[in-house]
């Protein structure tokens, strides 16, 4: 037993406890850590960060890439070699599920990997989807950074997740692209 005075004058009895400190086990904030990728550098930050969420929370992880067929442009001649060019993607996404798998295996954990493919709609809404479905709880994406006329046009991925997600998402920010007379951020 002893006695803490504080300035105020006021004083405080600390007494001991025989009994041995039970510990007592932490429950986990998420158990499944939806992970979108793309092979990007912003993706594999993304990857990196649902990692150490994954492994602080004793959590299972999930990467998925989704074949994303309006990808495919139009030419003067109409579709060019549709089924190569998806095939090539289809290709892409196992090498970037690969390359997320085995940064999960080196951290210790045992990923699950998803190719979602014959999908016509957005890549956002598959990844909505596929989060239901699995069920996540949380989703982890990389984001390119991607500002002004470049993100009118081609439009955000990480922001049409961010508009439909039924779970929290957290978003990991790459270096945004310079402008002139601009740093890199992040």
């Not at 002893?2 to 406890?17: F, L, N």
């Not at 001649?77 to 095939?87: K, L, R, T, Y």
């Not at 954990?109 to 957005?122: D, H, I, K, N, Q």
């Amino acid at each position: 037993m002893g006695r803490v005075k504080y300035p105020t004058g006021k004083s405080i009895i600390i007494r001991s406890c025989k009994r041995k400190p039970r510990f007592v086990r932490r429950m986990s904030t998420y158990q499944r850590i939806l992970v979108p990728v793309d092979g990007s550098p912003s993706a594999l930050l993304g990857v990196r960060e649902a990692i150490r969420l994954a492994r602080d929370q004793a959590a299972r992880i999930r990467f998925v890439f989704v074949v994303d067929e309006s990808a495919v442009g139009l030419t003067l001649e109409g579709f060019v070699a549709f089924g190569d060019i998806i095939d090539a993607l289809k290709r892409s996404g196992e090498e970037a599920l690969a390359a997320a798998r085995q940064i999960a295996l080196d951290a210790g954990l045992e990923p699950e990997t998803a190719l979602v493919e014959e999908y016509s709609g957005r890549v956002a809404d598959a990844i909505v989807e596929d989060a239901l479905r699995w069920p996540a709880d949380l989703i982890v994406m990389g984001t390119h950074g991607h500002r002004g006329l470049h993100h009118a046009l081609v439009g955000s991925e990480a922001e049409g997740v961010m508009r439909k997600a039924p779970v929290p998402l957290l978003l990991v920010r790459g270096k945004a692209p310079k402008r002139k007379g601009e740093a890199a951020v992040g």
